[in-house]
């Protein structure tokens, strides 16, 4: 029996110093496997807010010097000295009668703004909806329908006197215009043809324009500008084509005269020209009406186009009055000056219908609350503003965090040792275990962002005067994104603003470099302007071999034995 437990117990120990050689042979290849092993973390929107912190100690009484902001007559003041006033009790009011009679104009002059607006919208309205432009379009369509009629006719017209050949006599010509070319180039076939050919062009032209306004007239607010324009444009050059050839038959007439000679075609000549004449005044008619059609539309869009603009320039202005009128009301909040704190009047300069300006101290007042006074160099000081926020904790009582707000900046700093220091003072909420004396920490809220996007400082690095971060591959991003969607509840969690969590990962592939625009830091986020979006994932660092477990993660007896590899490995800051 005893040599049975002894083989037992030598089999158990050679089991043990396998387990453990293997334990320490896959550390071994785990290690040099996993040499490229990254803590990730994601882009997330919180919130983020820059402190300026300082410290100093709590004080019992303090003494404000009670300024107006604002020039003008006390019309409320109902203490004297020695009478005791509450925080947030109404101290003193200046006179806010002239403040009410601008904000009263600017209002009527907006509630005319929006009159005025109301009608342009309205005009606006009725020139859009086409009752003008149809009244325009119809007061010439029986014109337009006129010529529509008529260019059939005129080409014809113009065809028969160009090209029919009323001087069969002279062989050398085919037609018409041959013949009155003739005196004037050398290769006059070839102009003929050239007008044969532009009016053929007018004619197609005509039948499009024709086919169109058949189409149109069905309803006149559909006829516009370039329609028209196009009608214009061809009767224009009609009247060119005939003014061409009615200059050269009138030429030859006029020579005629001047050698006191009859042509012997004179009465066909006399014809042609009296002919081309009518056409010619009837299509310069039709061109001087088309030209105040095409004028009162170009009018009417012209109205049209500078409606909007009015609109515009009225929106405008109506925003205008109503920032000025937000910020003169906002200006009264500066008539009506409230206590800081508990206390009592110490001194009473000034009394009810006295004129005061910034720079006169209206009264003293005694705080009987605790307040904290702090030092900050002169560099934190610019940011700090009267009205900021803080939060206050204690040496003393570390469980106790107090929120509080400054309420005076001193104006001139104390140098020591070369160091310009400037004393704030800070009221916060009444706590009795808080003692007269006792050391106190203040987080001055300066800049404060909601939703902001923000990523961890130690993923943000610097080159010259650019900062970026490190991105995986997407090749990487695929694995990890399929990992992270089938683990999600236990390896993303965003545990507050401070901390944004990470995970532990290996990268197969080279990061990719995104150079980034930043915002606010509160020293440990910072707010990523340009460069990234939310939910993209950065590397916050690199893990060293002998880091690949999280510090504080203990690992029994059979894990240690028994080893089971691990893609992901949880960071101290995943639950």
Do not use: C
Request: charged share 25%; glycine share 4%; no cysteine.
């Amino acid at each position: 029996m005893i040599k049975m437990i002894k083989n037992k117990f030598f089999i158990l120990g050679i089991i043990i110093l396998v387990g453990i050689a293997g334990y320490f042979s896959y550390q071994k290849f785990t290690i040099k496997k996993n040499d490229k092993i990254f803590a990730l973390t994601q882009a997330r929107r919180g919130l983020i807010q820059k402190t300026i912190s300082g410290s100093g100690n709590v004080v019992s009484v303090e003494t404000f010097d009670i300024k107006s902001s604002v020039s003008g007559r006390i019309s409320y003041l109902m203490f004297k000295e020695g009478d005791k006033v509450k925080k947030g009790e109404v101290l003193i009011k200046i006179d806010t009668t002239d403040l009410e009679k601008q904000i009263r104009d600017l209002e009527f002059n907006l509630e005319s703004q929006k009159i005025n607006l109301e009608k342009l919208t309205q005009k606006n309205e009725q020139l859009k909806r086409g009752d003008e432009l149809r009244k325009i379009n119809e007061s010439y369509l029986s014109i337009i329908s006129e010529f529509i009629e008529k260019i059939p006719l005129v080409y014809d017209n113009l065809n028969k006197i160009y090209f029919d050949n009323d001087f069969q006599k002279e062989n050398y010509v085919k037609n018409n215009l041959d013949y009155y070319l003739s005196y004037y180039f050398l290769d006059y076939r070839s102009q003929s043809n050239k007008i044969r050919n532009n009016l053929e062009n007018l004619r197609n032209r005509f039948l499009t324009l024709s086919y169109n306004f058949n189409s149109l007239k069905i309803d006149p607010s559909k006829i516009d500008q370039s329609f028209i324009k196009d009608l214009y444009n061809l009767n224009s050059e009609y009247l060119n084509l005939i003014k061409f050839v009615l200059d050269k038959i009138r030429t030859i007439r006029e020579n005629s005269l001047l050698n006191k000679q009859q042509h012997v075609y004179q009465n066909v000549i006399d014809e042609h020209l009296n002919q081309l004449n009518e056409i010619y005044a009837t299509l310069f008619t039709y061109l001087n009406s088309f030209g105040d059609y095409i004028n009162k539309l170009n009018s009417f869009y012209d109205n049209l186009q500078s409606l909007d603009l009015d609109i515009k320039n009225s929106q405008i202005s109506i925003k205008q009055l109503e920032l000025k009128i937000e910020d003169l009301k906002k200006d009264l909040k500066d008539y009506t000056i409230y206590s800081p704190v508990n206390g009592y009047i110490a001194k009473l300069n000034g009394k009810l219908n006295d004129n005061v300006n910034p720079s006169f101290v209206i009264l003293t007042l005694q705080s009987s609350d605790k307040i904290a006074e702090i030092k900050l160099n002169e560099v934190d000081v610019a940011e700090v503003r009267i009205g900021n926020e803080a939060i206050l904790t204690f040496d003393a009582l570390p469980e106790i965090k107090l929120k509080g707000k400054v309420i005076s900046i001193d104006s001139i700093g104390e140098v020591s040792q070369g160091v310009v220091s400037y004393k704030l003072k800070i009221s916060f909420e009444d706590n009795p275990k808080v003692k007269i004396g006792m050391t106190v920490n203040a987080d001055i809220v300066t800049q404060i962002k909601n939703s902001a996007l923000i990523i961890p400082n130690n993923a943000i690095k610097t080159q010259g005067d650019q900062k970026y971060v490190e991105t995986p591959d997407e090749r990487d991003l695929l694995i990890l994104n399929e990992r992270v969607a089938n683990f999600k509840n236990n390896l993303i969690k965003i545990l507050s603003n401070q901390d944004l969590g990470s995970i532990n990962i290996q990268l197969n592939y080279q990061p990719k470099i995104k150079i980034i625009k930043t915002g606010l830091s509160d020293g440990i986020n910072t707010e990523i302007l340009e460069g990234l979006k939310e939910n993209e994932w950065i590397i916050i660092k690199s893990i060293i071999n002998n880091q690949l477990l999280p510090n504080n993660q203990k690992q029994g007896f059979f894990q240690k034995l028994f080893p089971q590899p691990r893609q992901f490995i949880r960071s101290p800051g995943i639950r």
